[in-house]
């Protein structure tokens, strides 16, 4: 839907941070919800922790049944027994084939997080219609409105260095630092990203993390995510 509140398209896709904790959606985003109901739209929505089960709960509350839940290998969370659909093996395909189903999306995007910024990037490059619900949980601070095309959505990352051999401490130190924190991904500098990331993958299972964080080298760069 766009500003004014008119169609955009039959597919509405909902998505959002896992770190968004409140148990009840935002006032201005139940709003879109219910124009996008009355509209009959079919409504994409993913199943991961934070404001897609929100979403789930809310759409199940009231009783809306044109709805398909996007996961990836498997699925985690169906609140009203809709149809599913594998949108791609692992995050990065499901995100990217969700985007590229919709018409139009809303999102919430909670401290910045990286991979709703990136998200947000494909939907402004695809002038996909978006509106967007911004959260800061340090200080409560939120806005809204729809993506502005002028803006560069990114996370500001954090740097993190540790040494990947030898310095198991260190690599710990940034395990615990990271799950207090509200962040879904953080940047890990080492000496070299391949080995810092064999590491912190083997702390994590270690400490039996793994399904709650995953560790990804992209780019010759080393990140700590929450799994979704």
Not at 30 to 52: K, Q, Y
Not at 135 to 153: A, C, N, Q
Request: proline share 3%; net charge negative; glycine share 10%.
């Amino acid at each position: 839907m766009n500003e004014g509140g008119e169609r955009s398209g039959r597919r509405l896709l909902l998505m959002g941070s896992s770190a968004f904790k409140t148990d009840e959606l935002p006032a201005v985003v139940r709003e879109r919800l219910d124009e996008a109901m009355a509209l009959s739209m079919t409504i994409i929505v993913g199943e991961a922790r934070g404001a897609c089960r929100r979403f789930q709960d809310y759409l199940e509350s009231r009783g809306y049944s044109d709805v398909i839940v996007g996961h990836a290998k498997s699925i985690r969370y169906n609140a009203g027994g809709w149809r599913t659909v594998c949108y791609g093996d692992d995050l990065k395909e499901r995100e990217r084939g969700m985007i590229e189903d919709c018409d139009s999306a809303i999102i919430v995007w909670v401290n910045n997080s990286g991979q709703i910024a990136k998200n947000l990037e494909l939907l402004k490059r695809l002038n996909k219609p978006t509106f967007v619900y911004e959260l800061s949980t340090k200080d409560d601070h939120e806005s809204f409105g729809m993506i502005d095309p002028g803006r560069v959505y990114s996370h500001p990352y954090r740097p993190v260095w540790a040494r990947a051999r030898g310095d198991s401490d260190r690599l710990g130190e940034v395990l615990d630092a990271f799950l207090a924190s509200g962040d879904t991904e953080q940047l890990v500098e080492g000496e070299n990203p391949g080995l810092t990331g064999y590491y912190l993958n083997k702390l994590i299972m270690e400490r039996d993390l793994r399904e709650r964080l995953e560790v990804a080298v992209e780019s010759g760069s080393c990140y700590l995510r929450r799994v979704a």
